[in-house]
């Protein structure tokens, strides 16, 4: 199974920018579709962007599109996200995850093999 460890989260102003990691071990996420979703105060988890195994297809959440970007370095079992332009709305736990095996597409929570244990995204007015 692999195991997750995100990094980067922190607070922030609206407008800035942040990038997060995550960083797999126990095992090649290569063959893993890979994807960050996030969790707010009273609010179900929603898929925020996803990545395919080879990392030539992406799919982002719509209230993310244009502002964030998915990316993966197979190399060094390493998944990314960076956040531009961030908003108040943003502010959540960010999980990365670990989805279907040689898939392309987002795919649900109920989908998703490995967890990382979240970073905390806050984003001031």
């Known amino acids: 199974q692999v195991q997750l460890v995100e990094s980067g989260g922190g607070l922030v102003q609206a407008g800035d920018s942040l990038r997060l990691s995550c960083t797999a071990s126990?095992?090649?996420?290569?063959?893993?579709?890979m994807g960050w979703f996030r969790q707010a105060p009273g609010k179900e988890r929603e898929s925020v962007a996803a990545?395919?195994?080879?990392?030539?297809?992406?799919y982002y959440a719509d209230s993310v599109k244009g502002r964030f970007t998915i990316s993966r370095d197979n190399a060094k079992n390493t998944l990314y996200l960076q956040m531009n332009s961030l908003r108040p709305e943003d502010t959540a736990v960010y999980y990365c995850?670990?989805?279907?095996?040689?898939?392309?597409?987002?795919?649900?929570?109920?989908?998703?093999?490995?967890w990382g244990q979240g970073t905390q995204v806050a984003v001031s007015s």
């Open positions: 990545i395919s195994s080879g990392g030539s297809n992406t």
């Open positions: 126990g095992r090649a996420i290569s063959s893993y579709a």
């Open positions: 995850a670990a989805g279907p095996r040689y898939y392309s597409g987002s795919f649900s929570p109920r989908s998703v093999s490995s």
